[in-house]
Each structure stands twice: as C-alpha cells, then as structure tokens.
C-alpha cells in the first residue's frame, strides 16, 4: 500500500458526460501528480501541483482540468468524455515539488466511457 | 525534449534466470533523476528506485540491482535469480531538474515462467 488513495477505482460513463476522479497523497506529501495511461499513448503526464499551486503542465486537454485543495487532496475532472479518454488514470504523490523524491502512486481510476 | 526508451518490449524467462532490463534515456538537462517502476498485473504502480545524475554508484537491493552509466546514457535494471511473482511490466521514467512530472518509457512485459 503506497499510502496514495483513488477513488473510484472503476468508473463507467457515457461519451459527453463529465466526471471527476479523487485522490488523497500520501500523509504529508504536498505534490500530487495526475498521469494518464493508455494502450496507444503509454504512460503521460498531465499536471502537477504542489500546496495547492499548478506546477507543471502536461499533455492534458482542455477538457481536463484539475485542482487541489487546502487540505492536499486532488481532483481531476474529465468533462465532455470521448470514448478516446478511456484509460487508467493515476494519481501520486511526493514530499516535494521537485523530481529528487521518488513519486508513489495511487491504484489508479479505470475510466471507461462507452 | 525529453525521451526514455525501453527497446525491450517483452521479455520471457524461466524462473531463477537472470534477466536485464534496458532502458535508454535522452535529456538536455545536466541535472535529472531516473527512476524504475513495476507495474504487477494488479495494475498499481511501484516505486522501485530514484537515481540523480550525479550518482553514477550502481546500487544492489536484494536480487534488484540497477547500473547507471551516463557515458551510455543508459540506466538498466537486473533481477538476478528471478521469481514467478517478478513477473509485471517494468517502467523506466526520467524526470528534469525542477518540476517533478517524469516522461516515461513504453515498458518492458517480464514473464517469469515456473
């Protein structure tokens, strides 16, 4: 166990609906990371913030858009899904804003839109 | 830009054989971090190993060890006396100097036969 919570673990949509996916860092971690991980695109960043702030951008859409708030948990919300965002989306987490700390992961969302 | 290459896309072996995993990376950065990841067929993603580039020391954990050569630009993965419960997707990653989000390689599919 990483200590890095997700939920939902599954989720099943249908195309144009929105979601959003949660996550809960480890205990005091202020990073939280949003990856994407699909068969065709492998393992993508999308965003990262730190204490609360956006500190790296990614390959996310504009569709996506993401938040973490002041007590460190992150959301990701998917708006206007197509069936292409079906994936595995993971949340980490690390101490600090930089790379020097090894990110844990969360078990992941599979998000399915049909 | 950033790029990480696993050219070993799957890889078989019996159980207790060695087995080494590649991984190539290219980066402008004079500063960055390299990590391993294993993904098990549970899906969650495991932290395995964070290297900086100023570490060039290989590093042993148990029957993991890993070889950082930066002459190659090359950070490989060895499992000596592999085990059937080895058997998962392994990940290479690289990150820059600053923000932590890490560009990561396809993988690599090790199957550990009994």
């Known amino acids: 166990d990483s200590g890095v919570t997700q939920t939902p673990k599954h989720l099943i949509t249908a195309t144009g609906q929105r979601v959003t996916l949660r996550c809960s860092p480890r205990s005091g971690d202020l990073s939280v990371y949003w990856y994407q991980q699909s068969l065709d695109q492998g393992l993508q960043f999308l965003i990262q913030?730190?204490?609360?702030?956006?500190?790296a951008k990614g390959n996310i859409l504009e569709r996506f858009s993401a938040q973490q708030f002041p007590d460190l948990h992150s959301e990701l919300n998917l708006s206007s899904l197509e069936l292409g965002d079906s994936a595995l989306y993971f949340c980490?987490?690390?101490?600090?804003?930089?790379?020097?700390?090894?990110?844990?992961f969360g078990q992941g969302t599979r998000l399915t839109v049909v | 830009a950033q790029k990480v290459t696993q050219a070993q896309t799957e890889i078989s072996v019996v159980e207790k054989e060695d087995v080494t995993l590649d991984c190539v990376y290219e980066t402008r950065d004079t500063t960055y971090y390299l990590f391993w990841y294993k993904q098990p067929p549970s899906g969650e993603l495991v932290f395995l190993i964070r290297r900086n580039s100023f570490d060039e020391q290989n590093e042993i954990s148990g029957r993991y060890s890993w070889n950082f050569q930066k002459s190659t630009s090359s950070f490989n993965f060895t499992i000596t006396a592999s085990q059937v419960v080895d058997s998962a997707v392994y990940f290479c990653?690289?990150?820059?100097?600053?923000?932590?989000?890490?560009?990561f390689g396809d993988g690599t599919t090790l199957t550990v036969k009994p």
């Open positions: 980490a987490s690390s101490v600090g804003a930089g790379p020097g700390h090894g990110a844990f």
């Open positions: 913030y730190y204490n609360g702030e956006e500190r």
């Open positions: 990653a690289l990150s820059g100097p600053n923000a932590g989000k890490s560009t």
